[in-house]
């Protein structure tokens, strides 16, 4: 089955497509991937989190997120202090 690997990086998104065997997981394919990512990283599935052992089916798109570099209530209290 074909899966598509997308790793969100803060200059863009690289993406690369693996060939699987039926019944693949996402641990499976971050592992054939090439993608240097930590086993701590949030991944998903179309938007969607998922853990490691989650199946994957033929057509799927796994994420790899990266940490987000603020909290967004903390930005959000950050613009607001901005327009006072």
């Known amino acids: 089955m ?9 200059d863009g ?18 592992a054939v991937c090439g993608f240097q990512w930590e086993p701590t990283q ?10 490691l052992d989650h199946r994957l089916a033929h057509g799927d798109r796994v994420e790899i997120y990266r940490p987000l570099a603020i909290d967004p209530k903390e930005a959000r209290r950050r613009r607001a202090a901005r327009k006072k």
């Open 2 to 10: 074909k899966i598509e690997i997308v790793y969100a990086r803060p």
């Open 13 to 30: 998104a690289e993406v690369r497509a693996v060939d699987l065997p039926a019944g693949a997981t996402v641990r499976d394919a971050l």
């Open 42 to 51: 949030p991944v998903g599935v179309f938007g969607k989190r998922v853990p």
